[in-house]
T-cell receptor, first 113, second 113 residues
Framework: AQSVTQLGSHVSVSEGALVLLRCNYS??????LFWYVQYPNQGLQLLLK??????LVKGINGFEAEFKKSETSFHLTKPSAHMSDAAEYFC???????????FGKGTMLLVSP | KAGVTQTPRYLIKTRGQQVTLSCSPI?????VSWYQQTPGQGLQFLFE???????NKGNFPGRFSGRQFSNSRSEMNVSTLELGDSALYLC????????????FGEGSWLTVV
């Protein structure tokens, strides 16, 4: 069965600092991996996805993630945080071509000036 | 093009009542999934429909049901509402599955009193 662990329910960074949000997954087959962002009172917006092409995936708003099979990780990074990045971030995995996503518990990113 | 549209956005129901939520996927998308989001349990998969057939089902009681129409629009129904059903219900659509981009709607906020 697939599962996702996001380390840290809250991460605080200063504006301009590196953002690193951690995600580890468990999957019995090569997975599809996703990062979504949720702003208050809104739905989920896809940041990026990994579907077995390049291991370094670039997404929107300057975010990127690297798929590391040996570490079963898919950490999300951004070189320089912006105040507008403050939101909750979810890592998700899918084992099949169907649309069933298993989400992590989420990490709230707090950005201070 | 128009995104995933969910109606109603907010609703309040009484315990024991039933509720129907509606989702219009992005034009051309045949897969519609539903998720429940609560502070305690996070995002949990309810079910997925593809071409009017339920393709996947999560671990929810039979009070939760859904259907998909020939135009890909989907509805989910919750009967005999309980206080614990209070949640944000998110609908997601994709062309065919997880290999494609999965887009989420803004969600329907259900409060059971």
């Amino acid at each position: 069965a697939q599962s996702v662990t996001q380390l840290g329910s809250h991460v605080s960074v200063s504006e301009g600092a590196l953002v690193l949000l951690r995600c580890n997954y468990s999957s019995s087959v090569p997975p599809y991996l996703f990062w979504y962002v949720q702003y208050p009172n809104q739905g989920l917006q896809l940041l990026l996805k990994y579907t077995s092409a390049a291991t370094l995936v670039k997404g929107i708003n300057g975010f990127e993630a690297e798929f590391k099979k040996s570490e079963t990780s898919f950490h999300l990074t951004k070189p320089s945080a912006h105040m507008s990045d403050a939101a909750e971030y979810f890592c998700a995995v899918s084992e099949s071509r169907y649309s069933t996503l298993t989400f992590g518990k989420g990490t709230m990113l707090l950005v201070s000036p | 093009k128009a995104g995933v549209t969910q109606t109603p956005r907010y609703l309040i129901k009484t315990r024991g009542q039933q509720v129907t939520l509606s989702c219009s996927p992005i034009s051309g998308h045949r897969s519609v999934s539903w998720y429940q989001q609560t502070p305690g349990q996070g995002l949990q998969f309810l079910f997925e429909y593809f071409s009017e057939t339920q393709r996947n089902k999560g671990n929810f009681p039979g009070r939760f049901s859904g259907r998909q129409f020939s135009n890909s629009r989907s509805e989910m129904n919750v009967s005999t509402l309980e206080l614990g059903d209070s949640a944000l219900y998110l609908c997601a659509s994709s062309a065919s599955g997880a290999r494609d981009t999965i887009y989420f709607g803004e969600g329907s906020w259900l409060t059971v009193v």
